[in-house]
């Protein structure tokens, strides 16, 4: 899934749900499921979410949504292989971009 989100320093939980198709309840919960979901809490307890957390929510949505992982398998997942897991997502992500390039300047033709 490639994600389309203007470069900002936080995102709120709406734009990310939003970005990713989802609730934001679901968001709350891999929140609470997940450590590496950290974002920062204004006063009014509305959460910030920086680009690091995003790329987190895309890697536990790809191993949840896209790859059928459970819960605890992707924690597992994440803990075990975490930098095998995020260099083969970053090559998916960068491979996903191309292909929508292409097809971008397929489409001009």
């Given at each position: 899934?490639?994600?389309?989100?203007?470069?900002k320093r936080y995102y709120g939980i709406g734009?990310?749900?939003k970005a990713f198709n989802v609730n934001t309840s679901l968001i709350r919960?891999?929140?609470k499921e997940f450590d590496v979901?950290?974002?920062k809490k204004n006063a009014k307890g509305n959460r910030k979410?920086?680009?690091q957390d995003v790329k987190n929510l895309q890697l536990?949505?790809?191993?949840?949504?896209?790859?059928g992982f459970t819960l605890e398998g992707a924690k597992t997942h994440?803990?075990?292989?975490?930098?095998?897991?995020l260099s083969k997502f970053d090559i998916?992500?960068?491979?996903?971009?191309?292909?929508?390039?292409?097809?971008?300047i397929k489409n001009q033709l």
């Open positions: 899934m490639h994600i389309e989100l203007p470069e734009e990310i749900a919960f891999w929140e979901l950290q974002p979410f920086t680009p536990i949505y790809h191993l949840v949504k896209e790859r994440l803990k075990e292989n975490k930098s095998q897991t998916i992500h960068k491979l996903e971009g191309i292909k929508a390039e292409l097809v971008k």
